[in-house]
């Protein structure tokens, strides 16, 4: 089956050490999406891809970067994690032609901050 | 500024009646619109779309009305479920391949 898969599906780390969550997506999009979700809260774009060209939205922070070596990766390194990071992130592809921005979501990363 | 508004929290609807999940938006551009469904530890899967072309859109147990005038869309689920309890979330986007903006979504409960 086609799909978005994220790796790990539960991460510990400690304030300040760096992480990375990972992306794979077999549906061959050229479009790939991060974004972060807390409770209760609407999904928050932090950036996307169209193909290798990387769009940043205005109020992502500079702790967060992102790499996307091929169209079926994409990752998301948290260089400093605070407290306030701690979150669900997920990532989403689509189909560039596509009107509706139809985007296929992974199941998400749940990050926790110590 | 909240362009995609669900004001609802939380609904719970007795199994086999109607479910009505309401979305409000306020960016007149918005011209496509999705539901996504999302259950606990995974991530929102896409139900239903319509285009601002049209007022209606069926799929099976799902309705997708849309009111451009008053910038309002609904969701009906007939008959609901117990498998429809979820978080559904409203989105919108101008078209054009711009970013989908999210509503805060709305947890909907079927009691058997």
């Known amino acids: 089956d086609a799909m978005v898969i994220q790796n790990p599906r539960y991460q510990v780390t400690q304030f300040g050490k760096p992480v990375t969550l990972s992306c794979s997506q077999t549906?061959?999009?050229?479009?790939m999406y991060w974004y972060q979700q807390k409770s209760s809260q609407a999904p928050k774009l932090l950036f996307h891809?169209?193909?290798?060209?990387?769009?940043n939205e205005a109020d992502t922070p500079d702790n967060f970067q992102s790499r996307r070596p091929n169209t079926s990766f994409c990752f998301l390194d948290i260089r400093s994690p605070g407290l306030g990071d701690a979150a669900m992130y997920l990532c989403?592809?689509?189909?560039?032609?596509?009107?509706?921005?139809?985007?296929?979501f992974g199941p998400g990363t749940r990050l926790t901050v110590l | 500024d909240q362009q995609v508004k669900q004001n609802s929290p939380s609904l719970s609807v007795q199994e086999g009646r109607i479910s009505i999940l309401n979305c409000d938006y306020t960016?007149?551009?918005?011209?496509?619109f999705l539901w996504y469904k999302k259950y606990p530890a995974e991530g929102p899967t896409f139900l239903i779309s319509?285009?601002?072309?049209?007022d209606k859109n069926e799929d099976g147990r799902f309705t997708v009305f849309l009111n451009k005038s008053a910038k309002h869309l609904s969701l009906h689920i007939v008959p609901s479920q117990p498998g429809d309890s979820a978080v559904y979330f409203c989105?919108?986007?101008?078209?054009?391949?711009?970013?989908?903006?999210f509503g805060t979504g709305t947890r909907l409960t079927i009691i058997p």
């Open positions: 989403a592809t689509s189909r560039l032609e596509s009107s509706y921005n139809e985007q296929f």
């Open positions: 549906l061959n999009h050229n479009v």
């Open positions: 891809y169209y193909d290798k060209d990387f769009n």
């Open positions: 960016n007149s551009m918005f011209d496509y």
């Open positions: 319509i285009s601002s072309i049209k």
């Open positions: 989105a919108a986007n101008p078209g054009g391949n711009e970013k989908l903006t």
